[in-house]
Protein backbone atom coordinates (compact mmCIF):
# COMPACT_ATOMS: atom_id res chain seq x y z
CA UNK A 1 0.00 0.00 0.00
CA UNK A 2 2.72 2.07 0.97
CA UNK A 3 4.56 1.69 -2.42
CA UNK A 4 1.62 2.40 -4.47
CA UNK A 5 0.87 5.90 -2.47
CA UNK A 6 4.77 6.71 -2.97
CA UNK A 7 4.23 5.63 -6.71
CA UNK A 8 0.91 8.24 -7.13
CA UNK A 9 3.13 10.91 -5.18
CA UNK A 10 6.39 10.03 -7.70
CA UNK A 11 4.39 10.10 -10.61
CA UNK A 12 3.05 13.24 -9.43
CA UNK A 13 6.22 15.20 -9.15
CA UNK A 14 7.00 13.80 -11.98
CA UNK A 15 4.62 15.08 -13.87
CA UNK A 16 4.92 18.87 -12.81
CA UNK A 17 8.40 18.47 -13.45
CA UNK A 18 7.98 17.26 -17.13
CA UNK A 19 5.12 20.29 -17.19
CA UNK A 20 7.92 23.00 -15.80
CA UNK A 21 10.56 20.89 -18.16
CA UNK A 22 8.52 21.54 -21.68
CA UNK A 23 6.47 24.79 -20.72
CA UNK A 24 7.52 27.20 -23.27
CA UNK A 25 7.68 31.38 -22.43
CA UNK A 26 5.06 33.30 -22.72
CA UNK A 27 5.10 35.18 -25.96
CA UNK A 28 5.60 38.84 -25.96
CA UNK A 29 2.59 39.73 -27.78
CA UNK A 30 0.08 37.14 -29.44
CA UNK A 31 -2.80 37.19 -31.77
CA UNK A 32 -5.38 34.35 -32.62
CA UNK A 33 -6.93 35.48 -35.53
CA UNK A 34 -10.17 35.50 -33.76
CA UNK A 35 -11.74 36.72 -36.97
CA UNK A 36 -11.08 33.93 -38.97
CA UNK A 37 -13.18 30.90 -36.51
CA UNK A 38 -11.90 27.97 -35.33
CA UNK A 39 -11.22 24.37 -37.24
CA UNK A 40 -12.58 20.96 -35.93
CA UNK A 41 -10.79 19.16 -33.37
CA UNK A 42 -9.11 16.04 -35.71
CA UNK A 43 -10.28 17.49 -38.70
CA UNK A 44 -8.18 17.62 -41.62
CA UNK A 45 -7.35 21.24 -40.89
CA UNK A 46 -5.39 20.32 -37.41
CA UNK A 47 -3.31 17.52 -39.34
CA UNK A 48 -2.25 19.26 -41.96
CA UNK A 49 -1.15 22.39 -39.21
CA UNK A 50 0.01 19.69 -36.81
CA UNK A 51 2.44 18.20 -39.80
CA UNK A 52 3.27 21.57 -40.78
CA UNK A 53 4.25 23.17 -37.49
CA UNK A 54 6.51 19.76 -36.59
CA UNK A 55 8.69 20.78 -39.54
CA UNK A 56 9.15 24.09 -39.29
CA UNK A 57 12.52 24.53 -36.90
CA UNK A 58 14.52 21.85 -38.93
CA UNK A 59 13.78 23.92 -42.81
CA UNK A 60 15.09 26.96 -41.32
CA UNK A 61 17.00 28.58 -43.79
CA UNK A 62 21.19 29.91 -42.27
CA UNK A 63 18.98 33.40 -42.31
CA UNK A 64 16.45 32.29 -39.57
CA UNK A 65 13.59 32.29 -42.25
CA UNK A 66 11.27 29.48 -43.21
CA UNK A 67 7.56 29.39 -45.65
CA UNK A 68 5.54 26.33 -46.09
CA UNK A 69 2.38 25.26 -46.35
CA UNK A 70 0.58 21.55 -46.31
CA UNK A 71 -3.10 20.42 -47.39
CA UNK A 72 -5.08 21.12 -49.99
CA UNK A 73 -7.98 23.86 -51.34
CA UNK A 74 -10.19 24.69 -47.51
CA UNK A 75 -7.87 22.94 -45.57
CA UNK A 76 -4.31 24.30 -46.87
CA UNK A 77 -2.47 25.75 -44.11
CA UNK A 78 0.11 28.24 -44.56
CA UNK A 79 2.91 29.19 -42.44
CA UNK A 80 5.87 31.37 -41.95
CA UNK A 81 8.71 31.82 -39.39
CA UNK A 82 11.48 34.24 -39.19
CA UNK A 83 14.14 34.92 -36.17
CA UNK A 84 16.00 38.11 -34.92
CA UNK A 85 18.61 38.45 -37.85
CA UNK A 86 20.97 38.22 -35.39
CA UNK A 87 20.20 35.13 -33.67
CA UNK A 88 22.30 32.01 -34.39
CA UNK A 89 20.64 29.08 -35.61
CA UNK A 90 20.27 26.79 -33.05
CA UNK A 91 19.02 29.50 -30.69
CA UNK A 92 16.58 30.17 -33.76
CA UNK A 93 15.44 26.26 -34.03
CA UNK A 94 14.87 26.39 -29.80
CA UNK A 95 12.69 29.74 -30.08
CA UNK A 96 10.44 28.39 -33.34
CA UNK A 97 10.24 25.09 -31.57
CA UNK A 98 8.99 26.82 -27.93
CA UNK A 99 6.96 29.16 -30.41
CA UNK A 100 5.31 25.98 -32.08
CA UNK A 101 4.38 24.70 -28.75
CA UNK A 102 2.87 27.92 -26.86
CA UNK A 103 0.76 28.86 -29.85
CA UNK A 104 -1.05 25.43 -30.08
CA UNK A 105 -1.35 25.95 -26.25
CA UNK A 106 -2.44 29.48 -26.15
CA UNK A 107 -4.84 29.42 -29.43
CA UNK A 108 -6.45 26.09 -29.24
CA UNK A 109 -8.37 25.64 -32.77
CA UNK A 110 -7.43 29.14 -34.15
CA UNK A 111 -7.91 29.30 -38.03
CA UNK A 112 -4.76 31.58 -38.09
CA UNK A 113 -2.69 32.45 -35.71
CA UNK A 114 0.79 34.84 -34.89
CA UNK A 115 3.03 34.78 -31.94
CA UNK A 116 6.20 36.77 -31.07
CA UNK A 117 8.51 36.24 -29.26
CA UNK A 118 12.01 38.81 -28.63
CA UNK A 119 14.25 35.96 -30.95
CA UNK A 120 11.11 34.82 -33.41
CA UNK A 121 7.91 35.23 -34.52
CA UNK A 122 5.71 32.61 -35.91
CA UNK A 123 2.86 32.81 -37.90
CA UNK A 124 0.09 30.36 -40.15
CA UNK A 125 -2.76 30.95 -41.39
CA UNK A 126 -5.37 29.54 -43.85
CA UNK A 127 -4.72 32.30 -46.16
CA UNK A 128 -1.66 32.65 -48.53
CA UNK A 129 1.13 34.20 -46.59
CA UNK A 130 3.94 34.49 -48.65
CA UNK A 131 5.41 38.10 -50.04
CA UNK A 132 2.95 39.85 -48.92
CA UNK A 133 2.78 42.80 -46.69
CA UNK A 134 0.77 41.65 -43.90
CA UNK A 135 0.83 44.98 -41.40
CA UNK A 136 -1.62 45.08 -38.98
CA UNK A 137 -2.84 45.00 -36.28
CA UNK A 138 0.35 46.31 -34.86
CA UNK A 139 1.71 45.92 -31.67
CA UNK A 140 3.56 47.96 -29.81
CA UNK A 141 5.17 48.83 -26.61
CA UNK A 142 7.27 51.73 -25.20
CA UNK A 143 8.13 55.26 -24.29
CA UNK A 144 10.38 57.77 -26.07
CA UNK A 145 10.25 59.50 -29.85
CA UNK A 146 12.47 61.93 -30.75
CA UNK A 147 14.66 62.96 -34.48
CA UNK A 148 17.38 61.18 -33.52
CA UNK A 149 14.83 58.24 -33.36
CA UNK A 150 13.50 59.31 -37.36
CA UNK A 151 16.98 59.09 -38.77
CA UNK A 152 17.92 56.35 -37.17
CA UNK A 153 14.72 54.20 -38.19
CA UNK A 154 14.61 56.34 -41.74
CA UNK A 155 18.67 54.81 -42.56
CA UNK A 156 17.63 51.12 -40.42
CA UNK A 157 14.52 51.13 -42.90
CA UNK A 158 16.63 51.82 -46.03
CA UNK A 159 19.29 49.51 -44.88
CA UNK A 160 17.08 46.54 -44.04
CA UNK A 161 14.81 46.67 -47.12
CA UNK A 162 17.91 46.65 -49.48
CA UNK A 163 18.96 43.09 -47.96
CA UNK A 164 18.55 40.13 -50.15
CA UNK A 165 18.66 36.91 -48.09
CA UNK A 166 18.49 38.80 -44.67
CA UNK A 167 16.81 41.78 -44.49
CA UNK A 168 17.76 43.02 -41.19
CA UNK A 169 19.71 46.02 -40.08
CA UNK A 170 20.76 47.29 -36.49
CA UNK A 171 22.19 50.61 -35.73
CA UNK A 172 22.62 53.27 -33.37
CA UNK A 173 22.19 57.29 -32.69
CA UNK A 174 22.64 59.85 -29.86
CA UNK A 175 19.57 61.57 -28.92
CA UNK A 176 19.10 63.96 -26.59
CA UNK A 177 20.76 64.63 -23.32
CA UNK A 178 23.89 62.42 -25.15
CA UNK A 179 21.85 59.59 -24.53
CA UNK A 180 22.54 56.63 -27.22
CA UNK A 181 19.71 55.13 -28.74
CA UNK A 182 19.87 51.24 -30.36
CA UNK A 183 17.49 50.57 -32.73
CA UNK A 184 16.59 47.37 -35.00
CA UNK A 185 14.62 46.76 -37.97
CA UNK A 186 13.69 43.68 -39.79
CA UNK A 187 11.10 42.41 -43.02
CA UNK A 188 10.00 38.86 -43.62
CA UNK A 189 12.73 37.89 -46.81
CA UNK A 190 10.07 36.98 -49.30
CA UNK A 191 9.03 40.69 -49.10
CA UNK A 192 10.38 43.05 -52.18
CA UNK A 193 12.90 46.61 -51.20
CA UNK A 194 9.81 47.76 -52.12
CA UNK A 195 7.19 46.21 -50.07
CA UNK A 196 9.68 45.77 -47.22
CA UNK A 197 10.39 49.82 -47.35
CA UNK A 198 6.04 50.34 -47.15
CA UNK A 199 5.31 47.80 -44.34
CA UNK A 200 8.66 49.48 -42.06
CA UNK A 201 7.58 52.55 -42.90
CA UNK A 202 3.75 52.35 -41.95
CA UNK A 203 4.87 50.60 -38.67
CA UNK A 204 7.28 53.55 -37.90
CA UNK A 205 4.02 55.54 -38.33
CA UNK A 206 2.28 53.95 -35.79
CA UNK A 207 4.80 54.81 -33.00
CA UNK A 208 3.82 57.91 -31.46
CA UNK A 209 -0.03 56.18 -31.11
CA UNK A 210 1.30 52.58 -28.93
CA UNK A 211 0.66 52.89 -25.64
CA UNK A 212 3.74 53.46 -22.71
CA UNK A 213 3.98 50.42 -20.63
CA UNK A 214 8.11 49.58 -20.57
CA UNK A 215 11.37 50.66 -21.31
CA UNK A 216 12.08 50.27 -24.70
CA UNK A 217 9.86 50.13 -28.22
CA UNK A 218 8.93 47.69 -30.18
CA UNK A 219 6.19 47.40 -33.08
CA UNK A 220 5.44 44.37 -34.38
CA UNK A 221 3.27 43.46 -37.62
CA UNK A 222 3.99 39.64 -39.36
CA UNK A 223 5.39 41.02 -42.26
CA UNK A 224 7.78 43.39 -40.67
CA UNK A 225 9.11 45.21 -37.18
CA UNK A 226 11.16 46.91 -34.99
CA UNK A 227 12.38 47.41 -32.18
CA UNK A 228 14.60 50.45 -30.20
CA UNK A 229 15.69 51.00 -26.63
CA UNK A 230 18.18 53.10 -24.39
CA UNK A 231 20.86 50.35 -24.25
CA UNK A 232 22.05 47.88 -26.51
CA UNK A 233 19.74 44.85 -27.29
CA UNK A 234 21.58 42.84 -30.32
CA UNK A 235 24.72 41.43 -30.93
CA UNK A 236 26.72 41.42 -34.34
CA UNK A 237 24.42 40.38 -37.36
CA UNK A 238 26.21 36.89 -38.45
CA UNK A 239 28.26 37.23 -41.56
CA UNK A 240 26.05 36.14 -45.05
CA UNK A 241 27.49 32.33 -45.61
CA UNK A 242 28.33 31.53 -48.43
CA UNK A 243 30.31 35.30 -48.50
CA UNK A 244 29.39 37.24 -51.63
CA UNK A 245 25.72 35.98 -52.03
CA UNK A 246 23.58 38.73 -50.54
C1 LIG B 1 -10.07 31.04 -44.42
O1 LIG B 1 -11.00 30.82 -43.39
C2 LIG B 1 -11.98 31.84 -43.29
C3 LIG B 1 -12.83 31.57 -42.07
O2 LIG B 1 -13.22 30.23 -42.00
C4 LIG B 1 -12.80 31.84 -44.59
O3 LIG B 1 -13.76 32.86 -44.54
C5 LIG B 1 -11.86 32.09 -45.77
O4 LIG B 1 -12.56 32.00 -46.99
C6 LIG B 1 -10.75 31.04 -45.77
N1 LIG B 1 -9.79 31.37 -46.81
C7 LIG B 1 -9.37 30.47 -47.69
C8 LIG B 1 -8.33 30.92 -48.65
O5 LIG B 1 -9.78 29.31 -47.71
C1 LIG C 1 -13.39 29.59 -31.21
O1 LIG C 1 -12.95 28.95 -30.03
C2 LIG C 1 -12.78 29.85 -28.94
C3 LIG C 1 -12.12 29.10 -27.80
O2 LIG C 1 -12.37 27.75 -27.84
C4 LIG C 1 -14.13 30.44 -28.58
O3 LIG C 1 -13.98 31.35 -27.50
C5 LIG C 1 -14.67 31.19 -29.79
O4 LIG C 1 -15.95 31.68 -29.52
C6 LIG C 1 -14.72 30.29 -31.01
N1 LIG C 1 -15.04 31.10 -32.18
C7 LIG C 1 -15.92 30.73 -33.09
C8 LIG C 1 -16.14 31.69 -34.22
O5 LIG C 1 -16.51 29.68 -33.02
C1 LIG D 1 12.52 27.73 -25.01
O1 LIG D 1 11.87 27.40 -23.82
C2 LIG D 1 12.73 26.89 -22.83
C3 LIG D 1 11.87 26.41 -21.70
O2 LIG D 1 11.08 27.43 -21.16
C4 LIG D 1 13.71 28.00 -22.44
O3 LIG D 1 14.60 27.53 -21.45
C5 LIG D 1 14.49 28.43 -23.65
O4 LIG D 1 15.33 29.52 -23.34
C6 LIG D 1 13.57 28.81 -24.79
N1 LIG D 1 14.35 29.02 -25.99
C7 LIG D 1 14.43 30.18 -26.62
C8 LIG D 1 15.36 30.24 -27.77
O5 LIG D 1 13.75 31.14 -26.31
C1 LIG E 1 27.16 52.99 -32.71
O1 LIG E 1 27.37 52.40 -33.99
C2 LIG E 1 28.68 52.58 -34.48
C3 LIG E 1 28.68 52.09 -35.93
O2 LIG E 1 28.17 50.80 -36.04
C4 LIG E 1 29.64 51.82 -33.59
O3 LIG E 1 30.95 51.96 -34.08
C5 LIG E 1 29.54 52.39 -32.20
O4 LIG E 1 30.35 51.64 -31.30
C6 LIG E 1 28.10 52.37 -31.69
N1 LIG E 1 28.02 53.14 -30.46
C7 LIG E 1 27.61 52.61 -29.32
C8 LIG E 1 27.61 53.53 -28.15
O5 LIG E 1 27.22 51.45 -29.22
C1 LIG F 1 28.50 62.62 -25.10
O1 LIG F 1 29.01 61.30 -24.93
C2 LIG F 1 30.32 61.11 -25.45
C3 LIG F 1 30.70 59.64 -25.36
O2 LIG F 1 29.75 58.92 -24.67
C4 LIG F 1 31.30 62.01 -24.68
O3 LIG F 1 32.59 61.86 -25.23
C5 LIG F 1 30.83 63.45 -24.82
O4 LIG F 1 31.66 64.29 -24.03
C6 LIG F 1 29.39 63.63 -24.37
N1 LIG F 1 28.94 65.00 -24.67
C7 LIG F 1 28.21 65.69 -23.80
C8 LIG F 1 27.79 67.05 -24.28
O5 LIG F 1 27.88 65.26 -22.71
C1 LIG G 1 8.39 30.90 -49.68
O1 LIG G 1 8.94 32.17 -50.03
C2 LIG G 1 9.67 32.17 -51.23
C3 LIG G 1 10.23 33.56 -51.44
O2 LIG G 1 11.09 33.88 -50.40
C4 LIG G 1 8.76 31.78 -52.38
O3 LIG G 1 9.51 31.71 -53.56
C5 LIG G 1 8.13 30.43 -52.09
O4 LIG G 1 7.19 30.14 -53.09
C6 LIG G 1 7.44 30.43 -50.75
N1 LIG G 1 6.98 29.09 -50.47
C7 LIG G 1 5.78 28.83 -49.99
C8 LIG G 1 5.44 27.41 -49.80
O5 LIG G 1 4.98 29.73 -49.72
Redesign the pocket.
Known amino acids: MGSWRNHVFLSHILIHLVGLIISQPDFVFKDCGLGFGNYTTNSMYQTNLDTLLSSLSSNIDSYG?????SGENADKV?A?ELCRGDVDLDTCRGCINNATSKITQDCPNSKEASGWYDLCILRYSNE????KVKNSPPHCAGNTFNEALRTLLNRLSSQASSGTLRKFATGNETGPGNQTIYGAMQC???LSEQDCSFCLQTIMTDIPSCIADSEGWRVDVPSCNLRFDNVPFFSQIPADSPPGIS
Open positions: FYNSSNISIDGTPD
